[in-house]
């Protein structure tokens, strides 16, 4: 079973707009990581934002914030006053904490976000 | 720049051919990831090497040998490969068992 969904592929945004990019993930677990990638067509896979289970307050880092809700497994990447630069393909990636002895992440297909002015 | 480089940037080769990925993190990390990134499919992990030890082979065919002679450098060897081989493959590594991945900027592999 996906254990990551991102069911838009596509999205388009105006410059300086706030857009939310979905994604709902699958666990059974109660201890978990959830992330978000940005990659840029050059192809590296940038670290944006992480949330874990038990953090009591949604996560920031400058104009990204993460929108999660953990009764609905779900944690919607918003991303505010959208810049040109923030066209890329954005995905979200889950890790579940009883792994053992490194970080496997489970990665959703992608979103691919346009900006426009 | 991540601290994470990988080389050669784009690789073509026929399905006869032997050839090397190359993996180096400045970034004094003990753990390091293989991922394969094929077009409309998520990120699939391959390999994960904890502290020079391979801990993970996600049922990957034998045609890719991963080495890690140490915890700076990760090598996937490729040989006699498919043409649905062809995808972007990813270096990552982390520090600890539960930080987060740093990505290298991959390696487009073409097979003919």
């Known amino acids: 079973a996906q254990k990551i969904t991102q069911t838009q592929p596509g999205m388009f945004v105006q410059e300086k707009e706030a857009v939310t990019l979905d994604c709902t993930y699958d666990?059974?677990?109660?201890?978990?990581?959830l992330f978000w990638y940005k990659q840029p067509s050059s192809g590296e896979m940038i670290f944006l934002i992480y949330?874990?289970?038990?953090?009591?307050q949604n996560a920031t880092e400058g104009r990204y914030s993460l929108n999660f809700q953990k009764a609905r497994k779900s944690a919607n990447l918003v991303i505010s006053a959208s810049q040109l630069g923030d066209s890329a393909m954005y995905f979200c990636a889950m890790r579940e904490l009883h792994t053992g002895t490194a970080s496997k992440l489970t990665f959703g297909t992608g979103t691919r976000l346009q900006v426009t002015l | 720049e991540t601290g994470v480089t990988q080389t050669p940037r784009h690789l073509v080769m026929g399905m006869t051919n032997k050839k090397s990925l190359k993996c180096e993190q400045h970034?004094?990390?003990?753990?390091m990831y293989w991922y394969k990134q094929s077009a409309k499919k998520p990120l699939e992990l391959m390999f994960v090497?904890?502290?020079?030890?391979?801990?993970e082979n996600n049922s990957v065919p034998s045609r890719f040998s991963p080495e890690c002679p140490n915890s700076s450098h990760l090598f996937l060897h490729l040989h006699t490969l498919q043409p649905e081989d062809s995808a972007l493959y990813l270096c990552?590594?982390?520090?600890?068992?539960?930080?987060?991945?740093?990505f290298g900027s991959g390696t487009q592999l073409s097979v003919l």
């Open positions: 090497y904890n502290f020079k030890e391979q801990t």
């Open positions: 949330q874990g289970s038990y953090d009591e």
């Open positions: 970034l004094g990390h003990n753990a």
């Open positions: 666990t059974s677990d109660q201890s978990y990581g």
């Open positions: 990552a590594s982390s520090q600890g068992n539960f930080e987060k991945l740093f």
